[in-house]
T-cell receptor, first 112, second 116 residues
C-alpha cells in the first residue's frame, strides 16, 4: 500500500534561518506531488506542484522554493525564513488518473 | 479561475442533530468537488468527491453531499452528529483532467463542534 511521510512534525525556527522540509512517498511510482500551506485562520493554499523529477511549478510568489531530486521525494526550502512563513505545511500526492489526493500528516512551522 | 466559499467558519450542533456545512463554488469549467476532514494536528482525509456522476454523493462516516449546478453548491450533510465528527471540514474544487486533479482550490474551512 502507498504511504506518505512528512517530517518534522513541528519546527520552531528564528527569522532569517534556513528551512528544509522533506516529504517522501512509498509504494507508488511517478506520483504528482504537492506542497500546501495552511496559515492560521485560513484555508489551504497550493504552493508548489511537481509532475516529475526536477519539474517544479510554483503557484504563488513567495519566499519558498521546492525541489524534487528523486521520483518520490519532494523538498520545501527557504534560504531565509520570514515571520509570514509560519503555518501548517502539508505534502500531498496523487496520480494523474486518480482524483483522490493523499495528504501527509503535516509540519507545524513557527517562525519567531 | 476557481474559488470556493464556505459559509460559516464555525458550526456548533448537539450530538444526534443534523449536520449541515455549506459550500458554494465558482468554476469556468465543469468542476470536480471534494470534501476533506482534518482532525487536530493531522493531514486531511477525503470524505467524499463529486466527479460528474451521481449528483448525490455518499462518503465515509455517514456523510453525504449533493451537487446542485443551478445553485453552484455542494453542501455537506449528516443526519445525526457524533462526538467524533468534531473536526475542521474543507470544501475544495478542481478542474477535471491531468495534473489539475491535485491542484485543488480550498475553502476557508468550517470548524464543527459537537456538544453532548
Amino acid at each position: 500500500s502507498q504511504t506518505i511521510h512528512q517530517w518534522p512534525a513541528t519546527l520552531v525556527q528564528p527569522v532569517g534561518s534556513p528551512l528544509s522540509l522533506e516529504c517522501t512517498v512509498e509504494g507508488t511510482s511517478n506520483p504528482n506531488l504537492y506542497w500546501y500551506r495552511q496559515a492560521a485562520g485560513r484555508g489551504l493554499q497550493l504552493l508548489f506542484y511537481s509532475v516529475g523529477i526536477g519539474q517544479i511549478s510554483s503557484e504563488v510568489p513567495q519566499n519558498l522554493s521546492a525541489s524534487r531530486p528523486q521520483d518520490r521525494q519532494f523538498i520545501l526550502s527557504s534560504k531565509k525564513l520570514l515571520l509570514s512563513d509560519s503555518g501548517f505545511y502539508l505534502c500531498a500526492w496523487t496520480h494523474a488518473i486518480n482524483e483522490k489526493l493523499f495528504f501527509g500528516s503535516g509540519t507545524q512551522l513557527s517562525v519567531l | 479561475a476557481q474559488s470556493v466559499t464556505q459559509l460559516g467558519s464555525h458550526v456548533s450542533v448537539s450530538e444526534g442533530a443534523l449536520v449541515l456545512l455549506r459550500c458554494n463554488y465558482s468554476s469556468s469549467v465543469p468542476p470536480y468537488l471534494f470534501w476533506y476532514v482534518q482532525y487536530p494536528n493531522q493531514g486531511l482525509q477525503l470524505l467524499l468527491k463529486y466527479t460528474s456522476a451521481a449528483t448525490l454523493v455518499k462518503g465515509i462516516n455517514g456523510f453525504e453531499a449533493e451537487f446542485k449546478k443551478s445553485e453552484t453548491s455542494f453542501h455537506l450533510t449528516k443526519p445525526s452528529a457524533h462526538m467524533s465528527d468534531a473536526a475542521e471540514y474543507f470544501c475544495a474544487v478542481s478542474e477535471a483532467g491531468g495534473t489539475s486533479y491535485g491542484k485543488l482550490t480550498f475553502g476557508q474551512g468550517t470548524i464543527l463542534t459537537v456538544h453532548p
